[in-house]
């Protein structure tokens, strides 16, 4: 909007600037209605006259898009969202995180059946359950929503 708003007085401008008084009429009735009052305001200041005046219409504080004050409430939206997203798929990697864990207790509890050397079977079957304990108190301490 603010881009046909600019190529519309770009368009004016140039009619006037080449004394075409029906053609700046046309752009005129082109303009969108949230423009006209900053047009009107800032023909207001004499701008081919006063060197003070606003660079543009664009420029006046009349000037108020509707179409951008939505677009900054839903930029801010997609921020909170892109925010919560983030902080979902960090969540998601500690639980993939904690089935790593798990599926380790399960490697290490199954070779333990396999092993003739009975220590070595205890200390495996210690480690499984310690990664199994540390797995427990992962997952109980990660957020459930």
Known sequence: MRIDDLLDFNGWLNAHDAGDARLTLI?????????????????????????????????MPQYHPAALTRS??????????YTEGTDAKANDDHYILSTVFFAAVLFFAGISLRLEWYRLRVAVLGMATV??????????????A
């Open 27 to 59: 752009y005129e009735r082109r303009f969108r209605p949230e423009f006209r009052p900053a047009f009107h305001a800032w023909l207001a200041q004499h701008p081919f006259t006063n060197p003070q005046a606003v660079p543009g219409p664009l420029y």
């Open 72 to 81: 900054a409430a839903l930029d801010a939206e997609a921020d909170g969202l």
């Open 131 to 144: 990664l199994l304990l540390g797995g427990l108190t992962f997952v109980f301490t990660l957020p459930i």
